[in-house]
């Protein structure tokens, strides 16, 4: 496994060595030991599974408030996202700052994001399943979202008419919202 350091500090896109023949391939999805070695010293209590069965589906902006905060480690299984961290730690020199990275099958990156992002992703290809490791279990009176087409923040999701829940649609702005992290060095 090698990391790839994104402007974004702490968030890293995770290269896993896959070893591939006639056959077809392997690679070790997760192994604390070597993503100890990469600087990531989450402990993952939680495995979760999602599905989006059309194109241009958006999925966000989410994240868990303190004391519940949730590092991830997501994978895209099959198709193709474009996965999206957003920096919300106030005092960051990337405050407001987001990144968009493809996660793909065959690509196989992982893509690392630590506790005071908000996350969220847009699928590229329809019948995309994602799998994502977290550190907190998931906590309803924790559980935040923050508009998707948040002006403040202007993710470019490279969608015109996003596929979105009732919740997504609805969410509220980040300044509108209790939302807050502190960066910490």
Partial sequence: MKAIE????????IEPQVFGDNRGWFYESYSRKKLEALGINADFVQ????????????????????????????????????????????????????????????NKLMLFIPKGFL????????????FYKVDEYYSPENDRSIRFN????????GVEDPVL??????????????????YQR
């Fill in 6 to 13: 994104t402007e974004l500090e702490g968030v890293l896109i």
């Fill in 47 to 106: 495995d979760n599974r999602s599905f989006s069965a059309q194109p241009g589906t958006v999925r966000g902006l989410h994240c868990q408030t303190d004391p519940m905060a949730q590092a991830k480690l997501v994978t895209c299984t099959r198709g193709a996202i474009k996965d999206i961290a957003v920096d919300i730690r106030q005092g960051s020199p990337t405050y407001m700052k987001w990144i968009g990275v493809e996660l793909n099958d065959q």
């Fill in 119 to 130: 996350h969220g992703f847009v699928t590229l290809t329809p019948d995309v399943e994602l």
């Fill in 150 to 157: 948040d002006p403040a923040i202007g993710v470019d999701w």
């Fill in 165 to 182: 829940s009732v919740k997504d649609m609805n969410s509220p702005l980040l300044a509108d919202s209790n939302v807050k992290f502190t």
